[in-house]
């Protein structure tokens, strides 16, 4: 008997209609514009109302003062990666592998 449902659920589920949906892709991002502030080093920034912390902080570079133009591309959900014509890059993310930094001001 049991040989005989396995075999009839077999049958049934080969016959069945094949046409599933497939899962819809997550969107693209594509690359924006971006202004980051520069001016008391590149700890932190705000895009999209949410703050991400630069990991690593102070990434090497020659960052112009007080403030760089280039484009932000977002790499996933808690990644973001500004850079700038000059080459410089920073990473950003909303989980750094150092204990966050408080957000302060900057004269």
């Given at each position: 008997m049991r040989v005989l449902v396995a075999v009839l659920t077999l049958v049934i589920f080969s016959c069945s209609d094949k046409s599933v949906t497939p899962p819809t892709p997550l969107p693209i991002r594509t690359t924006e514009p971006y202004v980051l502030l520069t001016h008391c080093g590149i700890?932190?920034?705000r895009f999209e109302g949410?703050?991400?912390?630069a990991d690593p902080p102070n990434p090497a570079g020659r960052w112009p003062n007080p403030e760089d133009a280039g484009t932000i591309t977002v790499v996933d959900n808690d990644t973001i990666v500004f850079t700038d014509p000059a080459g410089n890059r920073a990473r950003f993310?909303?989980?750094p592998s150092y204990p966050t930094p408080s957000i302060a001001g900057c004269d």
């Open positions: 700890d932190y920034t949410r703050w991400y912390y993310t909303t989980h």
